[in-house]
């Protein structure tokens, strides 16, 4: 299954993407330019646009 990872610059954990790899199918791994472990509540637009993105692309 198609798997999107966000990781904001303020997250509690900034785990490698190799990690994630490993377990899931990443066709979309975005590195945020701010925000944090609330990324909903702090930073609405990119995480919306991001979701957007890596949705449009699995149509």
């Not at 966000?6 to 997250?11: E, G, K, T």
């Not at 590195?31 to 925000?35: L, V």
């Given at each position: 299954?198609?798997?999107a990872l966000?990781?904001?610059?303020?997250?509690l954990t900034q785990p490698p993407r190799?990690?994630?790899d490993r377990t899931y199918n990443i066709t979309r791994y975005t590195?945020?330019?701010?925000?944090g472990h609330f990324a909903a509540h702090e930073e609405p637009e990119l995480l919306a646009h991001d979701l957007t993105e890596f949705?449009?692309?699995?149509?």
């Open positions: 299954m198609p798997t966000a990781l904001f610059p303020a997250d190799s990690w994630a590195r945020m330019p701010r925000g949705f449009r692309a699995h149509r």
